[in-house]
């Protein structure tokens, strides 16, 4: 059984960075798509970015688009959500999931029913 723990979240200044976390154990990440997504209560769930199994394909949120970067490392079976110049709207609490069929990309931000598994989530809060 695949587990997922976010980490990296924390209070961070307006133009600052983070680099968050999402660990796997129980199995390998390889075979999986990855998704970041966050939320804010009263709000649904939104896709910040994704990334394939092979790692050679990557998508994001307009809103993050040129700012974030997405990857995985195989051996520490981990994927990395950087995100730079954090501004007050990217706030949140960040979860990642996975998808083993790799649907997701194709239907991503849509398609939350296409993965299997998701993480218990990491605060991200961007203020002064």
């Known amino acids: 059984q695949l587990?997922?723990?976010e980490s990296g979240g924390g209070l961070v200044q307006p133009g600052g960075s983070l680099r968050l976390s999402c660990a796997a154990s129980g199995a390998s990440l390889d075979y999986y798509?990855?998704?970041w997504f966050r939320q804010v209560p009263?709000?649904?769930r939104e896709g910040v970015?994704?990334?394939?199994?092979?790692?050679?394909?990557?998508?994001?949120?307009?809103?993050v688009k040129g700012r974030s970067t997405i990857s995985r490392d195989s051996a520490k079976n981990t994927v990395y959500l950087q995100m730079n110049s954090l501004k007050p709207e990217d706030t949140a609490v960040y979860y990642?999931?996975?998808d083993l069929s790799g649907v997701s990309m194709d239907v991503w931000p849509d398609g939350l029913y296409?993965?299997?598994y998701w993480?218990?989530?990491?605060q991200v809060t961007v203020s002064s």
């Open 3 to 5: 587990q997922l723990v």
């Open 33 to 35: 798509a990855i998704a």
């Open 42 to 44: 009263g709000k649904e």
């Open 49 to 63: 970015s994704c990334i394939s199994s092979s790692g050679g394909s990557t998508k994001f949120v307009d809103s």
């Open 96 to 98: 990642c999931a996975a």
């Open 114 to 116: 296409e993965y299997d």
């Open 119 to 122: 993480g218990q989530g990491t």
